[in-house]
Every structure is written in structure tokens, then in C-alpha cells.
């Protein structure tokens, strides 16, 4: 397993220069990011206030009528700890250093949850279902929620990049973790104290930038040797671009103080690249970069066709982009990698002949440019489609080789810069929504199985907290479905390492096979997410007794050729949503799948076929995507995949 781990983490292509602590910057007097207006804090636990300040000078709290006081260590380090309080406020906080005196209002003291994980945890609500709604019906001011920013470091830090708290209304919450907050605001109709919210989740993330090097089983030696070789390989990156395009941008040519310079009409072009579209650029010769980049093409109309307007189809654009037409801007997104950009062009800004195209698009991370399948860059005139040019003029506007690029896949710098500075904060418990990105082939996923609890045990021993509830979306059913049942599946063998970790106390799970979508890695369903994670927390965080799971496998009997199925979490009995019961696959010793009937009997479930006359495994929603498994108890909890072999 660690020989498989190790050889997994000198694959990952991945860069980073030096990222250097900026404790230097906390020499004069500084506060935890955490301790600012709007703050919750962990009830019935003590409460650390802590910051920097010159060594050996004396910093007093005053919360509640109460003056504590502390001397800034060697390492400027002080910190004060408030007693254990009930829940409540709001509250006021002083904090005098010196001359300088700073006022922390409206503080909240109730349950602090740590929301961790990649893009389907940090997906906002704006970009979740019914957002218009639920945005405009927010009036929840006892929750808060806290971004910390994408960041990362080679050593662990003491200090956050950025971050302040909001509350939990019209003007904010669109920008909250949509999972978190609808787990909070489900979480806040049965227990009645104000939840604040930690965000600290990065898209595209793996599990090992999330853990430190003695969760991972490293030794400084192996972390050093990877980080080496990555370096090398950004400088590699680099050279390459530079002899491509010669010196590199470091502002963005294209675009001056909002002048779309490279938009105009009468843009000579005629020394840029050619790049094909749809493609990512990085399979065009420009592997590694990320930045601006500014393509151009041209498309003509009639004098009729440019007083009608069109439409413009650019596919999937990695990652935002502004189009022009004739130098008009006509739509802009951003962030939105996966959304295919259809934009309706005015008249006005149109014209007889040739017209000119300019979309300037921006990539953070990963993959850039324009992508997606072919029909979905088109010209829409009278609604007919027509395609656009098969390449396109290409032009390198601000060269960013990976700033931030692929730190969310080394293993250590998101632990080190977004996790570690908040270890000092008292906590409820982990919400967790991760594991897309090590599932991308059958030995990551079950490596998993090792890697998931080493670092839930690790997070409980850094907070101090060793029966710390932590609880996880497992991931949702998505990619084509199986006309037959498949001989293996990534993202199952991903659940059952995520289910198997439910061996670790004060943990749960929530399933998610019923609310995915085929080509979307992103359901925009995520108040289910959220309620089913506030039931798991119910149970688990709050101890109270109630159905908090769908059901669970726990043995089988083989009869007459049948498979009886038992289980866990029956609740109120076992039911089916939706037509027949399926999701079933059956086999015998040559241990080919077949899809199997089914019928519910009381609370067993039996299950055949005909194909199968001596069955020897069964497995349930077994599949990328189990579109047709449709098995729940009364309380509308979906049962959990499995298989009974190995």
C-alpha cells in the first residue's frame, strides 16, 4: 500500500515554487483571522483568542466583564483562553495591546463546523438549485460561514490567507458552501444554537494535499524528494513556454485598465498562433501553463442575418471567459469550467459581412481554453446552426505557470496553509465531500480505504479531539450508465473504501446514488446533501435516537438458488421508489454479472435469476452510475451500495 502511495505521489504532475510563511508580517501586533466581527464560537469549551505581537509584551481580553491577560512568547505567539460558555449572544470582545485597541462584534457562541473537501463542498449556493429562492429566502443571521481562500504551503503555517465571517443572508449567503449551509439550516431546525461554518475545500482536490506527512507514513526525506522533483518539472513547463512564446507575460496584454485592446476589429492578427477548437490548449503545445489567453476568428452574415441577431455556442470554457463581437462585449462567466456558454448576440452588435469574434478566457488550474464536444461551438442564425472555424488565431495575454496550478493534488500543502492555522479553534465536528478526484482508476480508489481513515484519525489527534464526529457525502451516482453490469467501477470501489471507513467511531455517511446527473460531476441538488448530513450529525454529533441512514448490508443466505439479503437501518421497513425493484447483479463461480429480479419480503430483500441458477455474490448500485437502483426505508433514505464479494 505505501509503496503504492509513494509511486502515486511522485506521478502527480504537479509545481510549486517556495511558498514562504508570512509570520514575519505579524512583528507588530495581529489577530487570528478567526477572532473578527460576526465570529461563532465552540460552546462548553475553552476558547482560545491568540495572535502575534512583539516577545514579551502583554496583550489583555476583555469578553463578558472579564480581563485575561497573556505575554507574546519568543515567537511572538500569545494566546488567552475564554472559559467554557453556554450557547448565546451576541457578545462583545476588546482586545488591548499597547495603544492600539480592537473591538470584535456581534459574537455568536454555538457549534463550529469544519466544511473540508473538493468542488462539490466548496459549489456555492448561487450555483446550486432553486438558487434565485433560496438566496432571496435567507434570513438565518445564526449562521456564519467563513471561507478560508485556495492556499497552500510546503510547511505548516500559523496564519490563514485570508477569510471573514458573513452572515446567512440575501447579501452573502450565495457565496456560501451550498452543502454546508443547507446542513446547517437543517441542522438549526432541530438543534437550537447558532452553527458557524469553516469552509476550507478547493476544487479538484485529492485526499493527500489534505494530510500531513505523518498521516501519510512519510519521512521529511520522501516529502523533500517529491517537492524536488516537482520543481523541476514547473522549470521544464516554464522553458518550454518561453521558447513557445519568448518572454513571459506577466500582465495581461490583452486587456489594459478595461480596455479590450485585443477585441477590436482592426486587431492585425495575422502573427498569432492557430489553435484548434474545441481543444484544451494544453494538448495544443502549451501543456502546463495556466493564465490568459485571447482567441479570434471571424464570421459572415448577410445584411438580413445581422439585423436579426444570433446566437453563439463556445463550447466549455476552462475556466471564464468574456466574448466580443466587433468589439461588443456579448457574455461573460466565470469560474464555470463544466457550463457551456451560449450567448445571444444583439443586432447591434452585428453587421453586413465579416465580423469579428474575441473571447479572452481565463484558467486557474488544470486544463484551459475552449472545450467541450464539437456541436456545441456553433453560429445560430434563424435557428440554424452553422460551425464555426475548425482553428482559430490564438495569443498567450499573462502567463501563470501553476501560481496555484495543481497544489490541490500535492500531497501536504492544502493541510499545511488551510487546515493547520485552524487548529487552535475548538470544533463540533468535520463535514467531509471528497474522493472524485482519487478515483481515477480502480488501485487509487481502493487506496482510499487506507488513506480515509488514517487522515480522519490524524485530524482528530491535530484538534485534540479524539472522538471528533466526522461525517461524508458519498459521492453520487454519475458518467454513463452500465448496459450491463460492469466487472469493476471506479467510483464504487471509491464508496466502498468511503463506507468501509465507517469502522471509525463517530463517523457517518450520507448516500448520494439518487441525486447525481449522467454528465455533470456537480448535481446542483444539494439540500439533499445537506439535510442527509444534518441527520448523520443528529445521530452521531448530538446523540439523539432516529433513522439517520438508508440501509445498510449486513449478511445473505443463499436458498434454492435465491439470495436472501438482511439489513442494517431498516427504519420503518424497507420500500421501493419508482417501478420495479432494481439495481441488483448476480453471480456464480465464473463470477460474471448478470442483472438480477428482485422483491422486497418483509424487511429482507430476495433476490435471482434465471441466468444464475447457483448464485454465489450479489452486488447492489454497483456501477459509476446505478441509475436503477431505487431501494430506501420509509424515511426516504436511499440503501447503501455493496457487494458480498471481494
Known amino acids: 500500500m505505501m509503496r503504492f502511495l509513494l509511486f502515486l505521489m511522485l506521478m502527480l504532475a504537479l509545481s510549486f515554487p517556495a511558498c514562504k510563511s508570512n509570520i514575519e508580517s505579524t512583528a507588530g501586533f495581529q489577530l487570528s483571522r478567526l477572532i473578527s466581527d460576526g465570529m461563532v464560537m465552540q460552546r462548553e469549551a475553552e476558547v482560545p483568542v491568540w495572535g502575534w505581537a512583539t516577545p514579551g509584551e502583554t496583550v489583555s481580553v476583555t469578553f463578558d466583564g472579564q480581563t485575561f491577560s497573556a505575554e507574546a512568547d519568543a515567537d511572538s505567539t500569545w494566546m488567552v483562553k475564554l472559559p467554557a460558555m453556554d ?100 441542522l438549526r431546525e432541530e438543534v437550537d444554537v447558532p452553527i458557524g461554518l469553516l469552509n476550507t475545500s478547493w476544487g479538484g482536490s485529492r485526499i493527500e494535499p489534505w494530510m500531513s506527512a505523518e498521516m501519510l507514513g512519510m519521512g521529511e526525506g520522501g516529502l523533500d524528494q517529491i517537492l524536488e522533483q516537482e520543481r523541476a518539472r514547473e522549470d521544464a513547463i516554464r522553458e518550454r513556454v518561453r521558447e513557445r512564446i519568448g518572454t513571459l507575460p506577466t500582465e495581461d496584454q490583452g486587456l489594459v485598465n478595461g480596455d479590450a485592446r485585443w477585441a477590436a476589429t482592426d486587431l492585425d492578427d495575422s502573427d498569432w498562433f492557430t489553435m484548434p477548437v474545441p481543444a484544451l490548449w494544453e494538448s495544443a503545445g502549451f501543456e502546463g501553463m495556466d493564465g490568459v489567453a485571447w482567441y479570434r476568428t471571424t464570421f459572415d452574415l448577410s445584411e438580413e442575418e445581422a439585423q436579426q441577431g444570433i446566437t453563439l455556442g463556445l463550447g466549455m470554457i476552462d475556466d471564464s471567459d468574456i466574448t466580443w463581437v466587433n468589439g461588443v462585449e456579448v457574455g461573460r462567466m466565470d469560474n464555470a469550467w463544466n457550463q457551456a456558454r451560449v450567448y445571444e448576440v444583439p443586432a447591434s452588435a452585428l453587421q453586413a459581412g465579416e465580423n469579428v469574434l474575441a473571447v479572452r478566457v481565463e484558467d486557474f488550474q488544470g486544463g484551459g481554453g475552449i472545450a467541450g464536444p464539437r456541436d456545441t461551438v456553433f453560429l445560430q442564425v434563424n435557428g440554424e446552426k452553422r460551425s464555426l472555424p475548425d482553428e482559430w488565431r490564438f495569443m498567450v495575454g499573462r502567463v501563470s505557470i501553476a501560481s496555484n496550478g495543481n497544489k490541490n493534488q500535492v500531497p501536504t500543502l492544502l493541510w499545511n496553509k488551510m487546515v493547520h492555522p485552524l487548529l487552535p479553534f475548538p470544533i463540533k465536528g468535520v463535514i467531509w465531500y471528497q474522493g472524485e478526484s482519487n478515483a481515477n482508476s480502480i488501485e487509487e480508489a481502493a487506496a482510499y ?58 463517523t457517518g455517511e450520507a448516500i448520494l446514488i439518487d441525486i447525481g446527473v449522467t454528465d455533470d460531476i456537480h448535481p446542483r441538488n444539494k439540500q439533499d446533501v445537506g439535510r442527509r448530513l444534518a441527520l448523520a450529525a443528529r445521530k452521531v454529533a448530538y446523540g439523539e435516537d432516529l433513522v439517520y441512514s438508508g440501509p445498510t448490508y449486513r449478511d445473505h443466505e443463499i436458498q434454492d438458488g435465491r439470495v436472501v439479503l438482511s439489513f442494517n437501518h431498516v427504519g420503518g421497513g424497507l420500500e421501493v421508489h419508482g417501478g420495479n425493484l432494481g439495481g441488483f447483479a448476480l453471480a456464480g463461480n465464473d463470477s460474471k454479472f448478470v442483472w438480477a429480479d428482485a422483491k422486497i419480503e418483509g424487511d429482507q430483500v430476495i433476490v435471482w435469476s434465471e441466468a444464475v441458477p447457483e448464485p454465489m455474490a450479489v452486488r447492489y448500485a454497483w456501477s459509476n452510475n446505478p441509475d436503477k437502483a431505487n431501494l430506501y426505508n420509509t424515511e426516504g433514505l436511499p440503501a447503501t451500495p455493496f457487494r458480498t464479494d471481494k
Open 449 to 506: 480505504k487506507a488513506l480515509f481513515p488514517e487522515m480522519i484519525t490524524g485530524w482528530r489527534t491535530a484538534w485534540k479531539q479524539d472522538d471528533l464526529p466526522f461525517l461524508w457525502a458519498q459521492l453520487a451516482n454519475f458518467m454513463a450508465v452500465d448496459a450491463e453490469p460492469p466487472a469493476e467501477s471506479n467510483w464504487a470501489t471509491l464508496r466502498e473504501s468511503q463506507s468501509a471507513t465507517l469502522a471509525l467511531p463517530n
Open 87 to 186: 450557547a448565546g449572544g451576541p457578545h462583545e470582545m476588546t482586545i488591548q495591546h499597547a495603544d492600539t485597541t480592537v473591538q470584535v462584534h456581534d459574537i455568536l457562541i454555538g457549534d463550529v463546523w469544519v466544511a473540508s473537501g473538493q468542488s462539490n463542498m466548496e459549489w456555492v449556493v448561487a450555483e446550486a438549485n432553486d438558487a434565485e429562492a433560496e438566496i432571496a429566502a435567507a434570513n438565518h443571521p445564526a449562521i456564519r460561514h467563513f471561507k478560508v481562500p485556495q492556499s497552500w504551503s510546503e510547511t505548516p503555517e500559523v496564519t490563514l490567507a485570508g477569510g471573514a465571517w458573513e452572515k446567512a443572508d440575501p447579501e452573502h449567503v450565495g457565496e456560501f458552501t451550498a452543502v454546508g449551509y443547507y446542513f446547517a439550516r437543517a
